[in-house]
């Protein structure tokens, strides 16, 4: 018999029928919402905290503390307490209720600042001052660790072997680069491509960060290609993506799926899988959806 934990990973790959209009080209959405937490973030969280519970950097009474714009903070405020580990979970105040309200169902602290910029300056303060376990998922090389030892090898299996495009979006890039360096190993022609909001756009999941906070785990030499994505388009065919293919997530899922979508047009053949973050059910009350 399962325990939760157990469940995390081995997520199903979905081919899109109806919004892939290039007969040659596969693309494939990769769901992470069915991971038990609701998101990819399941894997981090996981690797951050068993691992360095197994260094003994994290021992019984330890209190963690991390910054998170959402989805990491209720993966680890699920991970944390199956551990019986106290944990205080510092969000931007613009995010929507689902996601407090859940962290608080785990039994997780929920501190609400201004901006992800001002959370991860707060978390790193109490990591360093207050008697707080920084897990810090942006500087966290476990972070993509989970990644290079679970879903770069379910990608690469599930595909077999045919993958030639990796589309994900940008945020602390532990995906992307975790899946990066699994998949670079297997083929080296493997495209990896990342998502970022253009300028003036904001996509909750995608971020493009002040270089003073860009994420310490990203390497820009293992993306060979950065697609800017609009909020209109993210918000666009994140209501595709349910209305047409039945795929309820999103918005950074609909930002990866309209790049994955602009890339399969320009590609004479190639198989791409995009991941699809998390569920749709976290984004009903910001109209998302529709009003």
């Not at 991970?79 to 997780?108: C, K, Q, W, Y």
């Not at 599930?158 to 990796?166: A, E, M």
């Amino acid at each position: 018999m399962s325990g939760i934990i157990d469940l995390i990973g081995n997520t199903p790959l979905v081919e899109l029928k109806k919004l892939n209009t290039n007969p040659n080209v596969k693309v494939f959405a990769k769901l992470e919402g069915n991971n038990p937490g609701g998101s990819v973030k399941d894997r981090a969280a996981l690797n951050m905290i068993k691992s360095a519970i197994d260094r003994g950097e994290i021992k019984p009474g330890t209190r963690l503390v991390e910054a998170t714009s959402g989805n990491t903070g209720i993966a680890l405020a699920m991970i944390a307490r199956l551990f019986d580990l106290e944990i205080e979970l510092v969000m931007p105040s613009n995010s929507t209720r689902e996601r407090t309200l859940t962290m608080e169902a785990f039994g997780a602290k929920v501190t609400l600042l201004e901006s992800i910029e001002a959370c991860r300056d707060y978390a790193e303060d109490k990591g360093a001052n207050g008697g707080y376990f920084l897990l810090n998922q942006f500087a966290n090389p476990d972070n993509y660790g989970g990644h290079i030892k679970t879903t770069g090898p379910e990608i690469w299996r599930d595909t077999n072997g045919g993958i030639t495009h990796f589309v994900s979006a940008m945020g602390t890039t532990g995906t992307i680069m975790g899946c990066s360096m699994y998949l670079k190993e297997k083929n080296a022609d493997i495209q990896i491509v990342g998502c970022q909001p253009t300028e003036e756009s904001s996509i909750p999941g995608i971020r493009r960060w002040p270089e003073a906070y860009l994420p310490k785990i990203f390497d820009p030499k293992r993306v060979d290609r950065i697609m800017d994505v609009s909020e209109t388009d993210a918000i666009a065919m994140t209501r595709k993506l349910a209305q047409v293919e039945g795929v309820f997530a999103g918005m950074s899922t609909g930002g990866a799926c309209h790049a994955a979508l602009q890339l399969a047009a320009a590609l004479t053949q190639g198989v791409i899988v995009f991941i699809a973050c998390d569920r749709g059910d976290r984004y009903l009350s910001s109209g998302l959806f529709g009003e």
